[in-house]
């Protein structure tokens, strides 16, 4: 039984006309990340180097995510930003050159995307698409305003990010309304559902909110650092989430910036040449 994943890989070939016998190298990433997910990358870059004696060139994931949009994106040029928000990070640098970056900001405990799938098992929602898409569009449905979390880290006038009190404080808000995640949201009942549906949409805004006030400040210092800075690229699961993206292009487009989006940045995983 054939891997959907390892299509990518052959997609990309025929796509350049090119078969491995074509190849000199083949550049995977190899961490930091989920170990499940880079172990794919690196099985199938070691079967293509092993089968055709090419040199094996490992990559740093969040490297891999912040340069993948110049594949596709020829006016991205240096220098420009990069925010990654996915399931296991949260990281924001300023990209100088090749090799050469800044850490403006990074999670300090728990990234945005973990904090959406936790949100998402605790309101009993369906994660077969994975927890953000099911939040996202449970919040549809509710008043973001209902519940009053506290934006994390307001004081701390830095770059970086923290989701782990969010979390804890939807915890306390699903127990406070007695929300049985056991009981699927598609059998809640109606009170039920608006309770699921308010926690969801406030969960979102905080978290969105918190997003962009760490982003904004670190647009300021790139600024003050790289001053010919244009681009803003979003790489990362989350960035596919539409609410996430208005809110960032917002404060992007303020900064007189534009915006990339790389949500589904498949080639940060398997690069081949």
Known sequence: MSIPWFQVVQDALDRANLTETDLSAVAVTIGPGLGLCLRVGVHKARRVAGAFNLPIVGVHHM?????????????????FMALLISGGHNIIVLAHKLGQYTQLGTTVDDAI?????????????????SGGPAVEELALEGDSKSVMFNVPMKNHKDCNFSYAGLK??????IAAREIDAKCPFSSATKEDRRNRADIAASFQRVTVLHLEEKCERAIDLAMKLE???????????VASNQY????????????????????QDVLSQVVLW
């Open 63 to 79: 490297e891999a995510h912040a340069l993948v949009a110049r594949l596709v994106e020829h006016e991205l040029s240096f220098p």
């Open 113 to 129: 995307g973990e904090a959406f799938d936790k949100t998402a098992k605790g309101l009993g929602l369906d994660l077969r698409r």
């Open 244 to 263: 996430v993206r208005f809110r960032l292009n917002n404060i992007v487009e303020n900064k007189n910036l534009k915006l990339t989006i790389r949500s």
């Open 227 to 237: 001053p010919s800075i244009k681009h803003m690229v979003v790489p990362g699961g």
């Open 168 to 173: 804890t404080l939807v915890r306390l808000a």
